[in-house]
């Protein structure tokens, strides 16, 4: 089970990274929806999907070495307040960065990209530039209200 390796690897490596439950994270991602628009702020929502990812790099090997380095990444890179939880049935890892635009989703890709570059391992990209779409919130739904109002002026 995924999330029985996810917390071996951070024990294992000693990482100071933290996973809220399914419920913890829902409720922290709607928090952080009345936070961001009562403080005209953003944040970016990404889901990372296990099943998908296992299927989109073949096998166990390549899913745990894709783990690892998203693991090591985080945790040489965390800020003290983005927020990793399991997604509904633990059927993935939900990632909130706070006070983020899609630059900061930008910079975690380059980090990404750079730890598996110096571990060889050449198709991460194929995780994170093909199936991963980071959502900006509130931007998201700004786009959806221009839309309507585009729909209403036609």
């Known amino acids: 089970m995924m999330k029985d390796y996810l917390f071996n690897l951070i024990k294992k490596h000693q990482y100071n990274i933290s996973i809220y439950t399914e419920d913890i994270f829902e409720r922290r991602c709607q928090e952080e929806i009345i936070r961001s628009d009562e403080d005209n702020s953003s944040f970016v929502y990404i889901e990372f999907d296990f099943e998908t990812i296992e ?87 700004q786009d959806v209200k221009a839309q309507e109002i585009e729909k209403q002026e036609q």
């Open 55 to 141: 299927n989109t790099l073949g096998n166990d090997t390549n899913t745990q070495q894709f783990w690892n380095i998203f693991m090591e990444t985080l945790s040489k890179n965390k800020r003290g307040d983005d927020i990793l939880g399991f997604l509904e049935h633990d059927s993935g890892i939900g990632l909130l960065l706070l006070d983020s635009k899609i630059e900061g989703w930008v910079r975690l890709v380059g980090r990404l990209m750079q730890t598996a570059s110096s571990h060889g391992f050449s198709i991460m990209d194929l995780v994170i530039e093909k199936i991963v779409r980071p959502i900006v919130y509130p931007a998201c739904i």
